[in-house]
Nanobody, 122 residues
Framework: QVQLVESGGGLVQAGGSLRLSCAASGRTFSRASMGWFRQAPGKEREYVAAITWSAGTTTYADSVKGRFTISRDNAKNTVYLQMNRVKPEDTAVYLC???????????????WGQGTQVTVSS
């Protein structure tokens, strides 16, 4: 069992930066791949990025590649999403999830957090 709690969301101007955190509890965190997703009002949930348990592999959606960076600290049971050069279209609720990497990339997670709101003003 893994519990996930996101934090770090807020209001940021376009072109600015924000770092999201996802704190996990549960014995299996260090062995789980982790992913970030987002959901804007009236839209489907969208895959953003994922990272393997060893941090040896990271993947990104094309829409954020080169601007966002996913990382993790297994000693702190935390995964991060560094968001740089944000755009108004990045506005959404951001959620983290734990599961298998190939499933996360398809939008499937075993455990989900409640999400944190990110709003980018133009």
């Amino acid at each position: 069992q893994v519990q996930l709690v996101e934090s770090g969301g807020g209001l940021v101007q376009a072109g600015g930066s924000l770092r999201l955190s996802c704190a996990a509890s549960g014995r299996t965190f260090s062995r789980a791949s982790m992913g970030w997703f987002r959901q804007a009002p009236g839209k489907e949930r969208e895959y953003v990025a994922a990272i393997t348990w060893s941090a040896g592999t990271t993947t990104y959606a094309d829409s954020v590649k080169g601007r966002f960076t996913i990382s993790r600290d297994n000693a702190k049971n935390t995964v991060y999403l560094q968001m740089n050069r944000v755009k108004p279209e990045d506005t959404a609720v951001y959620l983290c999830a734990a599961g298998l990497l190939y499933q996360l990339r398809s939008g499937v997670g075993d455990y989900w957090g409640q999400g944190t709101q990110v709003t980018v003003s133009s």
